[in-house]
Each structure stands twice: as structure tokens, then as C-alpha cells.
């Protein structure tokens, strides 16, 4: 029997019965000889797994002792929109996603993934041969025999001769192996590997030609019931529960079909891991669960209609738009059962859901999905009432209260069907009780900033509250919950917060003309160096110049403070002129222009703030620039300069090649610029279209019409997307 892990009872179950790799045509074909057409065959996705290596691209040559930058870090296998399954090659364990396009060796495939270093549960690898008593089971294979597109991934395995294909539903894997030598063959689990430090393991038989166990990572275990296609001839656990130990099954000799393996999984039990493979998966066939998986996502990407624009634009297009709906990952069974944040089994009507990566994702990608996957979005916000009415505080993800934006923005735009009275105390207790999701709040509150404390040689490193950032970010998040308490009539909180959203103001240093830290009692920190970066001194994984610049609620407040548009436009130059100093290193911030980095988010506004002083042109030119230097990197042409961060950076693209972007995530508008297309059609959940139109031969603004009509200033309202309409972008 299996040894338990310590807060969970499992159930005793009978057995169950029941392309070319690099752009633009990875997509198009794979090893079964099935051809991908559509929108899927423009959505690639190996874009972002791509190394980033050029200390051009980066800005700074790499220690030695890196293995590059931090790039895109997405996993490239198969996973259906927010599924709990994403099934993909690893590389190498304990990495960004566990894949790099550089890499020539997988050591397992394994069953989540989400590119932060975590989750790749449940490894596995098909395998022949004599038993290896290292247990070290790897294989090279050749990246002319791998492809993918969404829904499916194919390799195969040099050292083994297996042929592999995957594909999956949203909560099960299916595994078919085509195994060239009929003598040997095994399946490895490696369950004593993980992304996370795996703390229990086990696996046992579970009927003439099905296994079932467990993965236990610190907190979250994750359970299986896996079906062969043919019965095994033993099974072999070696050092159950032990960090060195791992499972084999062997298959009797002689075989000559593929051996197909499908694998349910749950986060509550096995038994219902196995009520999940037999509701979604039951007996169909590969190519019925590939087929379906191809479906769904051609309905995603479908939602966006783009013509015109060059391959390049469109394949990225497409990648970066099917990127963005991969997390959060749902956590709720089909029977309605998950484990929540007290680790207890409860049962809902709704999907339970991860948190999102808000502090990357609240931008535009958390926008992005409220907009075209309501239903699920309103989940996610059901899910994370959940968590907050057992803690007391709606969860954020890494920093700011990014929950705020997120709820408020999705409310603004018609999604309704969640608690709002009981989710709103919840954002009033986050915006104003310490202990919860605002670190220093009480300080903040009293004084308008979060202090920082000096230090006398700061590095990047070095400890701190990342205060400036934080004052940033909590204003910011102060004027989403003000929107919230707008909508529903409280105008006593209303003018609070809306007040308290000016104290981005107060960590501005009109001396130096940049967001600055600023001690307890009120004075400035004096060693300064605005172009080094931190990662939690003073500013949160940035320097000042990266920082400076936000204020997406206020930004004629913002222009004002810098002495108004002359001298705001000024800075702004100098933010893409001012060269990086190459010695100044920092893991996860790349890809530079001048200060601007878009390697990471906290400055993904900057370039828009043109519009704040009446030249778009100035915005255009950048956002062209950043579209076409930092998407589709290096000698594959598949790298991002820098994290997609659960697909914050395949949004930005997404909305920037539309030429509508949510400059301020609580708000229910869009900035106007130029589209990288000819035309987009929206084609929203409601039934409505709204088309945006391209004419003109130049990349400069002239004016922008919606219905016919010339538009007042350089946004239009969330409302065209759920009314239909037409936006001209008129250029010269």
C-alpha cells in the first residue's frame, strides 16, 4: 500500500477499464503527419524558449558562473486555456519553465508548469534498455524532430528510439510512445523530482494495466491515476518517499503498437484523479483528445482576427496571444472538489483557480483575459474570495495589491456574477489593515510613503522594503479600489482613497526629478545613484529611472510634478537616451533602451507617456521599436528579452499590435496607437465585433475616428468592445 502523505487520505481504488522548429512553421506539421492549419498555425509555441546569450540584447555581458539572462522561461508543451495540465519536455529541473531551446537532452516530461520556477509535477520518460542502476534516465534527441503547437508537442527520444507525442485535457495528460525496439521498454517516474523540493513520494499498482500515487511538494500534493494501453509486466519502486528514489514499469517484450499512457491528475485524491481521466479522456483516442485540444484553442485565437502585417508580426501575434491564456491554472476537480488555501477538501459551483501572477500580469494580461474569457476570469475572482474570506485578505502575488485592479477593472467591464459587497470588504481590509496583503500599510498611511532605511553601500542585493515601489504601487492600487467604491455609491472611501492615490507624489524628489527613497524622518536617502538597479532597495527589481515614470491613474498629475509638459518630455527622452551601464548586472532586467527596460514590467507604461504631452509619434516610435527588437530574439529568433512572467509580456504585445492598450488596468479605456496590421476584428464573447482599422502609409497618428465620428483625445471606451463598432487609426 501507498505510505500517506501527512494531511491527506487516499483511497485504495480497483483498476479502471475502461515540424520544423523554428519560425514561421513550427506549428504546421508533426510526427503523426497531421497538418495545423487556421489561426494555430501562426502559434508557435517554442516563441519565448529561445536563450538570451548577446550581451547586446542584454545590455551587460553575463558572469560566468550564468547560464544567460532570464529569458521568456515558458515551457513549450501542451496545455489547454487555464488548465490544470501542462505537459512538457524538461531539461533541467530547478530552472525557469525546466526547458531551453539550447538544450539537447530531456530528462523527463511532467505535468504542470508555469515558467517561475515551480510546479513540473509528475516527471515521466519512456525508456529502453537494461535497468539503470544510477537511476540517472535521460535521452538527447534533435531539434529536427521536435515540434509543437497548442494542444500537442512531438520529439524524439535519440537514445532510446522512442517516438513521442503528448497532448492533454484540462485536467489529464495522454502520452503516445512509439517505441522502435520492442525488447526493454520502460516507463520512468521520476517522482522524487520536481521544480519544488519533494518532500514524499509513492506509486503502486493499480490493476493489470494501471498505476496510481502521489507527488508531495511541501503543502501541495498532487495525485495521479495513470491507464497503459497494454498490461505491465512489473513494477519496480526504488526508495519510495526518498529524494533519490524513483518507479519504473516495465512493459512485457515484444510490443509493436504505440503504448499509449493516460495519466489524470487532481490536487485532492486519487480518486478523483481517476474520475477526471475517465470523464474527460475515458477511451477516445489520441488523435480524438489532440483534435479536441486544437479546437479549443482555435476558438481562443479565433476571438482576435488580424490581416495584413508581415509573417513575423502575424506568427507573433498569435504566440504571444496563446501565451497569455495558460495561467492561472485551474486547481478544482470535475466533481467540483479542490483543496483551498487552509489545505482542507471543500466542494463549489464555480472553478477553483491558482492566483494570478498579479504583479507581472495586472498590466493588460489579467485585462486581456477578462475580456475575452469572462467566465473563467470570474472564477479566478470567485477563487480568490475564497482564499480572502479565510485569511481575512485577498491574496496578491510577489508585491503591490494587485487584486484591486484586477476586481475593479473586471467589475467596470460588466462582470458582476461574484459576492461584490463581500469582495469589496475584502479590498477595503487589504487597503487598510496591517498583517495582510499591504506590507508597512500602517506606516503608509500615516505618513503617505513607506520609508526606506539608508544604506551605506548599497548593492543589488541589498535588504530593504522596497519602498518607493511600494508607494507607487499602493497609490495606484488606493485609486482602483477608489473606482470600486465609486461604482457602488460609498463616497466616504471614495475620497479617502482617491486622496491617498496622490502619494506617489511624495517619494518625488524635485531635486534629482526621480522617485527617490526617503527616510523616516522625511529626508532623502543621500547615497543615490538613480541608474542602479535593486532588487528591494528602494525600488522593487528596477532603478529610478525605470520607476519614475508611473502614475497610470494620475498622469497630468505626473507631468505637472515634473514641471510640466516641456521639461516632462524632456526626461522622457532622456529615459531612452541615457545609456545602461554595463556593469551594473542584475538577473531578471534586460533588454534596454537607453533606462527603459523591457526585460521586466515595472516600466511597461513608460512608453505610452507620450501621449501625456501631445506626441504620440514619439510613443509610436518606441512601441515599434520595442514590438520589433525584443519579440522573436536571437539566431532561432524565438527569445523575449526577458520573462513573459505568465504572460504579461505576450499581452503587452498582443495589445500593442492591436493598437489598444489599457494604459491604466483599473480603468475601463484604451490608449489608441498605431496597429501593427492593416485591420483587427475583436470578436467578443458577447457576439459583438469591434474592428480597428489602419489607413494611412506612415507610422505617425494623425487622428483616430470611432463610428465615423472624429474621437476626442487618444482613448476610447472599454464599450465599443461590448457594443461593437469601428476604430480608424488614420496615420501620415
Known amino acids: 500500500m501507498l505510505k500517506r502523505p501527512s494531511y491527506v487520505l487516499l483511497s485504495t481504488l480497483a483498476v479502471f477499464s475502461c515540424t520544423k522548429t523554428t519560425p514561421p512553421t513550427s506549428a504546421n506539421n508533426n510526427e503523426w503527419g497531421e ?30 558562473d550564468w547560464r544567460g539572462a532570464w529569458a521568456g522561461l515558458v515551457f513549450p508543451g501542451s496545455a489547454l486555456p487555464n488548465a490544470m495540465v501542462q505537459l512538457s519536455p524538461i531539461t533541467e529541473f530547478h530552472t525557469g519553465a525546466g526547458y531551453d531551446y539550447e538544450d539537447s537532452v530531456i530528462v523527463a516530461f511532467t505535468h504542470t508548469n508555469k515558467g517561475h520556477w515551480n510546479l513540473c509535477h509528475l516527471p515521466i520518460l519512456p525508456v529502453t534498455g537494461a535497468a539503470n542502476a544510477k537511476g540517472d534516465y535521460s535521452s538527447r534527441f534533435d531539434k529536427k524532430t521536435e515540434s509543437a503547437s497548442p494542444g500537442y508537442y512531438g520529439v524524439i527520444l535519440r ?73 505491465i509486466q512489473n513494477l519496480d519502486v526504488r526508495g519510495p518517499g526518498t529524494k533519490d528514489g ?7 517484450d515484444g510490443g509493436k503498437k504505440p503504448v499509449e499512457l493516460r495519466i489524470g491528475i487532481s490536487f485532492v485524491s486519487i480518486e478523483n484523479a481517476k474520475q477526471n481521466l475517465a470523464q474527460e479522456i475515458g477511451s477516445r483516442s489520441f488523435d480524438e483528445v489532440r483534435r479536441a485540444a486544437a479546437d479549443t484553442w482555435e476558438k481562443m485565437l479565433a476571438r482576435v482576427d488580424v490581416k495584413g502585417g508581415t509573417p513575423k508580426q502575424k506568427e507573433m501575434f498569435y504566440s504571444c496571444l496563446y501565451r497569455s491564456f495558460l495561467w492561472p491554472a485551474l486547481r478544482s476537480d470535475l466533481n467540483g472538489e479542490f483543496r ?21 500580469t495586472y498590466r493588460n494580461k489579467d485585462v486581456l483575459m477578462s475580456m475575452l474569457a469572462p467566465e473563467a476570469t470570474t472564477d479566478v475572482i470567485k477563487s480568490m474570495h475564497d482564499e480572502g474570506k479565510k485569511t481575512g485578505f485577498l491574496p496578491t502575488f510577489f508585491h503591490g495589491d494587485h487584486a484591486a485592479s484586477f476586481i475593479a477593472g473586471a467589475y467596470q467591464r460588466g462582470l458582476t456574477n461574484f459576492d461584490v459587497q463581500d469582495v ?53 492600487d488606493d485609486y482602483a479600489v477608489a473606482q470600486m467604491a465609486k461604482a457602488l455609491k460609498d463616497t466616504a472611501n471614495y475620497r479617502t482613497l482617491m486622496a491617498r492615490s496622490k502619494n506617489y507624489r511624495n517619494v518625488f524628489d524635485h531635486g534629482t526629478n526621480f ?36 502614475a497610470p491613474h494620475d498622469m497630468p498629475g505626473l507631468v505637472k510634478l515634473y514641471g510640466g509638459p516641456q521639461a516632462f518630455e524632456a526626461k522622457l527622452d532622456s529615459l531612452f537616451t541615457v545609456p545602461w551601464n554595463t556593469s551594473y548586472i542584475a538577473r531578471n532586467v534586460s533588454g534596454f533602451i537607453g533606462q527603459y527596460c523591457h526585460g521586466n514590467q515595472p516600466d511597461h ?37 526577458g520573462m513573459d512572467d505568465a504572460g504579461e509580456m505576450s499581452a503587452w504585445y498582443v495589445f500593442s499590435a492591436t493598437g489598444l492598450y489599457p494604459f491604466s488596468a483599473a480603468d475601463t479605456r484604451y490608449i489608441v496607437s498605431v496597429p501593427v496590421f492593416d485591420e483587427v476584428q475583436w470578436h467578443m464573447p458577447g457576439g459583438k465585433t469591434l474592428t480597428v482599422k489602419h489607413s494611412g502609409t506612415g507610422r505617425n497618428l494623425r487622428s483616430i475616428q470611432v463610428n465615423g465620428a472624429a474621437n476626442q483625445g487618444y482613448f476610447v471606451p472599454f464599450s465599443l468592445f461590448r457594443d461593437g463598432g469601428e476604430v480608424a487609426v488614420i496615420t501620415q
Not at 498555425?41 to 553575463?62: I, S
Not at 471543500?346 to 507581472?360: G, I
Not at 504631452?613 to 516610435?621: A, I, T, Y
Open 424 to 476: 469589496y470588504r475584502l479590498m477595503l481590509r487589504n487597503a487598510n489593515v496591517e498583517g495582510g496583503t499591504r506590507p508597512f500599510i500602517k506606516e503608509y498611511i500615516e505618513k503617505g510613503y513607506i520609508a526606506t532605511e539608508e544604506v551605506p553601500n548599497p548593492h543589488v542585493e541589498s535588504k530593504g522594503k522596497a519602498g518607493v515601489s511600494k508607494t507607487l504601487e499602493y497609490a495606484f
Open 340 to 360: 483551498d488555501t487552509k489545505g482542507n477538501v471543500v466542494k463549489a459551483d464555480f472553478n477553483y483557480y491558482t492566483e494570478p501572477s498579479l504583479w507581472d
Open 246 to 252: 524513483l518507479a519504473v514499469v516495465r512493459l512485457p
Open 605 to 641: 507604461e513608460a512608453p505610452f507617456s507620450y501621449y501625456f504631452v501631445g506626441k504620440p509619434e514619439k510613443s509610436q516610435r518606441r512601441l515599434d521599436e520595442i514590438m520589433d527588437r525584443f519579440y522573436g530574439m536571437g539566431k532561432n529568433q524565438l527569445g523575449y528579452s
Open 515 to 550: 522617485m527617490r527613497g526617503r527616510l523616516a524622518n522625511g529626508q532623502w536617502v543621500k547615497n543615490f545613484n538613480p541608474e542602479y538597479p535593486y532588487y528591494e532597495y528602494m525600488f522593487r527589481e528596477a532603478n529610478a529611472w525605470q520607476v519614475s515614470f508611473f
Open 159 to 231: 537514445d532510446y528510439d522512442v517516438w513521442v507525442g503528448l497532448t492533454s485535457t484540462l485536467r489529464c495528460g495522454f502520452h503516445r510512445y512509439r517505441f522502435e525496439k520492442q525488447d526493454n521498454r520502460s516507463i520512468v517516474f521520476k517522482l522524487a523530482q520536481s521544480n519544488e523540493r519533494v518532500t514524499n513520494w509513492a506509486m503502486e499498482k493499480a490493476g493489470d494495466a494501471a498505476v496510481q500515487g502521489f507527488q508531495e511538494t511541501g503543502r501541495q500534493t498532487v495525485f495521479f491515476y495513470g491507464m497503459l494501453s497494454e498490461n
Open 35 to 64: 497538418q495545423v492549419g487556421g489561426h494555430l498555425q501562426y502559434a508557435n509555441p517554442f516563441m519565448g524558449t529561445g536563450p538570451l546569450n548577446d550581451p547586446k540584447d542584454m545590455g551587460y555581458t553575463t558572469p560566468p
